[in-house]
């Protein structure tokens, strides 16, 4: 044979030696992938009765995460300083209003000593003083005045598309509240607690055209008239 040959052959044997070579991977990349599988069901079915449940809960819980309807907005975080025997006491103090815009709001503050954790026990406090408001309409049944310290907070009812008129920290009560039209005047002191406490005081006092009708002894007719 001349060389020619000799090399024509040689080639023709090292492509056949590597065909091979790669199906014998692919058979043991699908032996082995077909063990796996095996392996993790008989692993499964193995695992306890408990533990299966545990796993079926786990997987319901994360795909369907219920969305609650309260919603929360921070107000003011003021860092705050008490002198205590030794020095200063550093501590954050969070004011956070609570609503879900269905008449339900409330307003809570509290102090600790990170960001985080007086955020949370302010919006704790706040779930814990909700009043129910009483809309008309979107807006409120009748004019009324709030008061909480040196502050004082006029509330006025609005036409259909007049938005609310109201700033600082008369807005979010609003908001959250549920009411869509309304004006308000805030007077006296400017501090957003002071704001946020006079509101829930005039929002407490709002009564109902019905119910006033009923201590009266009246219908609404005549109490219109």
Request: glycine share 8%; hydrophobic share 40%; with cysteine.
């Amino acid at each position: 044979m001349s060389e020619e040959e000799k090399g024509v052959n040689e080639t023709q044997n090292e492509e056949i030696t590597t065909s091979e070579v790669e199906k014998t991977a692919e058979t043991e990349e699908d032996i082995t992938n077909e063990v796996s599988e095996e392996v993790v069901e008989e692993a499964v079915t193995k695992l306890p009765a408990k533990k299966q449940r545990n796993r079926k809960k786990n997987v319901e819980t994360s795909e369907a995460k219920p969305e609650s309807e309260w919603k929360e907005q921070v107000v003011q975080i003021s860092r705050v300083t008490k002198v205590v025997k030794g020095g200063k006491k550093l501590s954050f103090r969070a004011v956070v209003i609570v609503g879900n815009m269905k008449g339900q709001v409330g307003v809570g503050c509290a102090k600790a000593a990170e960001v985080i954790i007086a955020i949370q026990k302010a919006i704790a406090d706040g779930r814990k003083n909700l009043i129910t408001v009483p809309i008309f309409k979107t807006t409120i049944p009748h004019p009324i005045v709030g008061r909480s310290g040196a502050g004082k907070v006029m509330l006025r009812p609005a036409s259909q598309g007049t938005g609310i008129i109201a700033g600082g920290a008369v807005r979010p009560v609003l908001e959250l509240a549920g009411i869509e039209n309304i004006l308000t005047k805030s007077q006296g002191s400017k501090s957003p607690l002071n704001a946020a406490y006079a509101t829930m005081d005039a929002l407490k006092s709002l009564r109902m055209f019905s119910d006033v009708a009923k201590k009266r002894g009246l219908t609404m007719a005549e109490l219109l008239n």
